[in-house]
């Protein structure tokens, strides 16, 4: 479970593309030092391949932001709904961050940063 200041989407229609929020990861490198997940959800309705692209930035307008990862979720992951990736935040995010959702469409996207992930038995 996450809070506000660490989540991206929450009940966000997947064809929004960004995710409506910018997590502020604060000063230093998040991914070292305590482990923090990426966990993406979905709701029924949503169809198709997704890929969850992770972006970073030095500033909160996300000027020259740089992708540190780039995860795709089957299109039968997808189907079923629920939580469809939790995976490990890399290290050297620079302090902003924010999800790009592409691919698959209908249904809506709930995806934040937490401490424990609820995989369901699977991290990808």
């Known amino acids: 479970m996450w809070?506000?200041?660490?989540?991206?989407?929450?009940?966000?229609?997947?064809?929004?593309?960004a995710s409506r929020n910018i997590v502020?990861?604060?000063?230093?490198?998040i991914g070292l030092g305590e482990p923090a997940y990426v966990q993406v959800s979905l709701?029924?309705?949503?169809?198709?391949?997704?890929t969850v692209t992770l972006e970073t930035a030095k500033t909160e307008a996300m000027a020259n932001?740089?992708?540190?990862?780039?995860?795709?979720?089957?299109?039968?992951?997808?189907?079923r709904g629920g939580t469809?990736?939790?995976?490990?935040?890399?290290?050297g995010c620079d302090r902003?961050?924010?999800?790009r959702y592409s691919g698959a469409s209908g249904g809506a996207v709930t995806a934040g940063l937490v401490q424990a992930a609820n995989t369901g038995g699977m991290v990808l």
């Open 84 to 91: 469809v990736l939790a995976a490990p935040l890399p290290s």
């Open 3 to 17: 809070d506000n200041e660490t989540t991206f989407s929450k009940r966000q229609p997947l064809a929004d593309g």
């Open 96 to 99: 902003y961050l924010r999800l």
């Open 24 to 29: 502020d990861a604060g000063p230093g490198d």
């Open 65 to 79: 932001s740089v992708q540190r990862a780039r995860w795709l979720v089957d299109a039968s992951r997808v189907a």
């Open 43 to 50: 709701t029924a309705g949503a169809s198709g391949a997704l």
